[in-house]
Nanobody
Framework: QLQAYGGGLVQAGGSLRLPCAISGLSFDDWIIGWFRQAPGKEREFVAAVAWISGNTYYTDSVKGRFTISRDNAQNSVYLQMNSLRPEDTAVYYC????????????????WGQGTQVTVSS
């Protein structure tokens, strides 16, 4: 299972680092992705990393601000979020997929509980 944590309240322009702890999975060929869901909106893709190749993928609105990374030793994936904006406010989730370039929620599984990120203006 995957578990996201590390959310909180931050002012616009600030930073947060979200860990996604991974357990009970084989790490061969997994894609670990971050999604977010704001109130009244659908869950949307944020970023993903391929566990073996290290290739990364981002939605356009976070490119240059967010960085996804993996730590094999810690069995974790991290989402470093800089220059946060009020529109980044959402519950953030991590999940796993089987193929690279997976960007839709139905392509992912092993969702854990999300973590709330609130960016104040």
């Amino acid at each position: 299972q995957l578990q996201a944590y590390g959310g909180g309240l931050v002012q616009a322009g600030g930073s947060l680092r979200l860990p996604c702890a991974i357990s009970g999975l084989s790490f061969d060929d997994w894609i670990i992705g971050w999604f977010r869901q704001a109130p009244g909106k659908e869950r949307e893709f944020v970023a993903a990393v391929a566990w073996i190749s290290g290739n990364t993928y981002y939605t356009d609105s976070v490119k240059g601000r967010f960085t996804i990374s993996r730590d094999n030793a810690q069995n974790s994936v991290y989402l470093q979020m800089n220059s946060l904006r009020p529109e980044d406010t959402a519950v953030y989730y991590c999940g796993s997929a089987w193929h690279e370039e997976a960007i839709y929620p139905y392509e992912y599984e092993n969702w854990g509980q999300g973590t709330q990120v609130t960016v104040s203006s």
